[in-house]
């Protein structure tokens, strides 16, 4: 106990939050990462601790590599030669460890080659893109430390978001908080975490050091935004959103409260500026890490190719995009000349190449399965097919990844092609509704200081869209106008409500009926369409997971 009559020691804690980006399985790799970046940080630095992310060694999340017979064996190898090093700082680190068969999601307090303290995850998320309780056992207990006279407490990212463990490892004695999180990005995530820290602060008003994972994986985009926030809620250090960083800061205790000095504050951006760097990371990791040369995609002279582009330059760099127009008779002269004028404008490799002679032998060679019939949509989708093939066979050829182009509204009510433009690797714009695209694409050519020259032609921006696959073709012809269609699939797949609450909405009955029964007819399609970045609270894979054959009925 304090004694009143005595003035307390103050003691300081100076912590560095490392935000890193690891690869998921590469557990030597990310060994590596962590030791490196410890060596980094005392070279220039007198840290008392060095705080990293949930499941560094593995990465997060590693799915089903959790159910390999050597990981015990990968992961005990990785602790060994991280305790070799015997770095004179507490490491907290993240990892997966068995005890007595069960395996829990954990971390350690390394110290001068030592582990003085671990902690096992208590709740485990089983929603939207989380899927822990298929892997790990919960844990049930607090850790809480001395680390230089300052009891420190710790958790692991969806301890903060349930109750009960801030107010557990008060109770233990706990007087700051260090919460480790593999937490991925959504629209307006940061007011959520913000939401979570100062509900748990209501429980216990402790500081807490919110240490969170960076980069892209396969969907999933970490964004870092670690932070430190004091105890009445206020952020006293910020690292950046999608960027690799070590953000150091300085606790203070007096004998009673710890409290949280101004560490460094980066500035997060808001907004489309916000999600544009998401994407562009997401992208980035996706080609990097799995070994890609660079990037093919097919440029229309339409907005959601023109936004893609931009993506893939800004993620990768011109050298390593390559764009293609494939003409066909139905492509408008300002397609081609709004295509060539943006892929000058990025200074990406360029080429023309026309379908119409490839279109015509796959006719020639169908003449007698078509014979007796007219023309109606195979003939369309088969011009985006021919455009399929060129690019899987560029490809092949020159070992770059095709990108595709379609958006999220697109995917919802199967305005694509399967194999023509649904065919290739990754899909940035997958979770982008169209009015979105638009606004991206604004922001974009912001970018630059002649913002009147547009790096994504202006005309591209404002003319009516169109798939360009028969004379004449917008995209209204078939589907409600965007600004309609935009909030009616925000409604049926993010909010999950009914036809009916759509319509009581105000939204018109049959749009409504029309537009969520393509959206039920083409779970097919999108269960065959590539990987891409998500930015919404539901996106399509691993959030959304509908049958394809169903007998369900739209209704209330």
Request: negative net charge.
């Amino acid at each position: 106990m304090s004694n009143p009559g005595v003035k307390e020691k103050t003691m300081t804690l100076n912590v560095a939050m490392a935000q890193v980006n690891p690869v998921v399985g590469d557990i030597p790799g990310n060994t590596a990462l962590v030791i490196n970046t410890v060596e980094e940080i005392l070279a220039q630095h007198a840290p008392d601790i060095v705080v990293f992310p949930e499941l560094v060694i593995t990465a997060y999340p590693p799915e089903d590599l959790l159910l390999r017979a050597s990981l015990d064996i990968r992961v005990e190898d990785a602790l060994s030669a991280i305790k070799a090093k015997n770095f004179d700082t507490h490491l907290i680190i993240g990892y997966p460890g068995r005890e007595r068969e069960h395996l829990f999601n954990m971390l350690c307090v390394i110290f001068r080659g030592e582990v003085v303290a671990t902690y096992k995850k208590q709740c485990l998320p089983n929603y939207q893109v989380f899927d822990e309780k298929r892997y790990f056992s919960a844990g049930d207990a607090p850790c809480v430390i001395d680390i230089n006279g300052v009891p420190v407490g710790f958790s692991i990212c969806e301890d903060l978001w349930e109750p009960g463990s801030m107010s557990q490892a008060e109770s233990a004695g706990a007087k700051v908080m260090i919460n480790i999180n593999g937490s991925p990005f959504h629209a307006d995530k940061m007011n959520d975490r913000l939401s979570a820290l100062h509900t748990r602060q209501k429980e216990a008003s402790l500081p807490i050091i919110y240490v969170n994972q960076v980069g892209g994986q396969d969907e999933l985009v970490f964004d870092g935004c670690s932070m430190a926030v004091d105890g009445d809620g206020t952020i006293k250090s910020q690292a950046p959103a999608c960027e690799e960083s070590v953000a150091m800061l300085k606790v203070e205790y007096d004998g009673a409260n710890a409290t949280v000095r101004e560490g460094e504050l980066s500035k997060i951006e808001e907004n489309e500026a916000l999600i544009y760097k998401v994407l562009t990371l997401g992208l980035h990791d996706y080609v990097i890490k799995n070994g890609f040369s660079g990037v093919v995609l097919g440029l229309s002279g339409g907005i959601d190719s023109a936004l893609t582009l931009a993506i893939a330059v800004d993620a990768l760099g011109k050298d390593k995009v390559h764009a293609v127009m494939m003409p066909f008779k139905y492509t408008s002269n300002m397609s081609i000349e709004d295509a060539t004028q943006q892929a000058e404008n990025f200074g990406v490799n360029y080429q023309v190449i026309p379908i119409e002679n490839v279109y015509e032998g796959f006719m020639t060679s169908l003449a007698q399965e078509f014979s007796g019939t007219t023309a109606d949509l195979t003939e369309q989708n088969l011009q985006a097919r021919c455009r399929g093939v060129i690019l899987m066979a560029i490809s092949n050829k020159k070992g770059y990844m095709v990108l595709t182009t379609g958006n999220k509204s697109e995917m919802a009510v199967g305005y694509s092609t399967l194999y023509g433009d649904m065919a290739g690797g990754f899909d940035v714009l997958k979770d982008v509704p169209k009015m979105l695209v638009y606004a991206l694409s604004r922001f974009r050519n912001t970018l630059v200081s002649d913002r009147a020259a547009g790096m994504i032609p202006w005309r591209v921006i404002e003319r009516p869209p169109s798939a360009e696959l028969a004379p004449d073709q917008v995209d209204e012809d078939n589907l409600p106008p965007y600004e309609i269609l935009d909030q009616i699939l925000e409604l049926y797949i993010e909010g999950d409500q009914s036809a009916h609450a759509i319509i009581d909405k105000g939204f018109d009955h049959d749009t409504v009926m029309r537009v969520l029964r393509l959206v039920d007819l083409n779970e097919y399609k999108r269960r065959q369409a590539p990987v891409g970045v998500r930015i919404s609270k539901k996106g399509f894979g691993r959030d959304r997971r509908y049958p394809i054959t169903s007998g369900w009925k739209l209704g209330e």
